[in-house]
């Protein structure tokens, strides 16, 4: 079979991995306490010395990232300045600076911080590790768009890669616990997804999960109120999701959706335009936090963090063969939809080391 070139024709998915909490409620990322601090061991998952003292979330990242690799992700195969990431987060260091800020305010100032995790006070470091393991020397972005964060990823990344900065693309979310009073529960874990071009993939002969395209936009959620500001939600929504729909062709089949809302109206109104464009009965309004129906069975709700669309995503690439369409919407008005065209075979089941909880 050969595949289409560029990003138009969609990028290879060719490893995909979750490390998430063995058991998070209702095969959840998200506790409304917070997880169990045991559940994942650094020692045992990454090595017994060099690791102990990364933040929590680099420390899923890397994790994940091993398991997309052993996936058949082939972003170790080409030269290191050929190799680049794109990084998904929101939540994921806010622990850590919270413990920054109460060190330099009741402990001596920054002479209190510990070496060891000084260098994490800017988010952009979260990867830094990553990049150090996997040589990604390309290019290396960091996003935190709340919710669809790891959506825009793949879209930024794909843009990079289809420019020519790189061969293959390392996208990834990771979140940890946030703060006591933060006010929301915190997602944990991290996702991982290996991207090429198809021709790349087809070239080695990798197995191949299905092609994805991605987009996002955003709407101010002020603009709702006025009855022209909620029609150009609809037209914005419609115009990008038929353009994305363009890009798979005149013979590719209507994809199946799955929907990560919230209770916002931008979430509803998302909905209720992109069920127009796949001519689909309007269902009943989301409830706060919930998935709205066809959704994928043990899928998680829009959350704090970046987690949630890229836990979707990967259960999304790693079940079933089919054309599917994953609609990120929530109340701060960033909108993503990423649609997975299937190659028609087997989903690929990975080799080496099992997957870490909620395996897809």
């Given at each position: 079979?050969?595949?289409?070139?560029?990003?138009?024709?969609?990028?290879?998915?060719?490893?995909?991995?979750?490390?998430?909490?063995?058991d998070a409620p209702g095969g959840r990322a998200q506790w409304p306490g917070g997880p169990p601090d045991d559940w994942f061991d650094h020692r045992t998952r990454l090595g017994p010395r060099g690791y102990k003292y990364l933040p929590a979330a680099a420390q899923y990242l890397l994790a994940a990232a091993r398991g997309a690799a052993a996936d058949g992700g082939g972003i170790d195969l080409v030269p290191e300045d050929r190799r680049g990431s794109a990084l998904?987060?929101?939540?994921?260091l806010a622990?850590?600076?919270?413990?920054?800020?109460r060190q330099v305010a009741a402990e001596g100032g920054a002479n209190a911080l510990s070496p060891a995790?000084?260098?994490?006070?800017?988010?952009?470091?979260?990867?830094?590790?990553?990049?150090?393991?996997h040589g990604l020397k390309g290019f290396a972005l960091t996003l935190a768009a709340p919710g669809t964060a790891a959506l825009e990823a793949v879209e930024a990344g794909a843009r990079a890669l289809a420019a020519g900065r790189c061969d293959a693309l390392f996208v990834g979310a990771a979140e940890h616990a946030l703060p006591k009073g933060a006010g929301e529960p915190g997602e944990q874990?991290?996702?991982?997804?290996?991207?090429e071009p198809p021709a790349a993939a087809e070239a080695r002969g990798a197995a191949?999960?299905?092609?994805?395209?991605?987009?996002?936009?955003?709407?101010?959620?002020?603009s709702l109120a006025e009855g022209a500001g909620r029609a150009r939600l609809t037209a914005t929504v419609t115009g990008a999701l038929d353009r994305l729909l363009a890009a798979a062709g005149p013979g590719a089949r209507a994809p199946e959706p799955h929907y990560v809302l919230d209770g916002s109206p931008v979430a509803a109104l998302t909905r209720a335009a992109v069920d127009g464009v796949l001519a689909i009965r309007p269902a009943a309004p989301p409830t706060p936090g919930a998935l709205a129906p066809g959704a994928p069975p043990g899928a998680v709700p829009l959350g704090a963090g970046s987690l949630a669309a890229a836990v979707g995503l990967v259960r999304l690439v790693t079940g079933e063969?089919?054309?599917?369409?994953?609609?990120?919407?929530?109340g701060r008005g960033h909108i993503a939809f990423v649609l997975l065209s299937a190659l028609g075979r087997p989903?690929?089941?990975?080799?080496?080391?099992?997957?870490?909880?909620?395996?897809?």
């Open positions: 079979m050969s595949l289409p070139i560029g990003i138009d024709g969609g990028l290879a998915v060719t490893g995909a991995a979750l490390v998430l909490p063995p998904a987060l929101n939540g994921a622990g850590l600076f919270d413990r920054m800020d995790t000084a260098p994490y006070f800017a988010a952009s470091v979260l990867g830094s590790r990553l990049a150090a393991e874990g991290a996702a991982a997804l290996v991207l191949v999960h299905g092609l994805v395209r991605a987009r996002s936009l955003h709407v101010p959620p002020r063969p089919g054309d599917r369409l994953l609609v990120v919407a929530g989903p690929v089941r990975p080799h080496g080391p099992e997957r870490e909880g909620n395996p897809c």
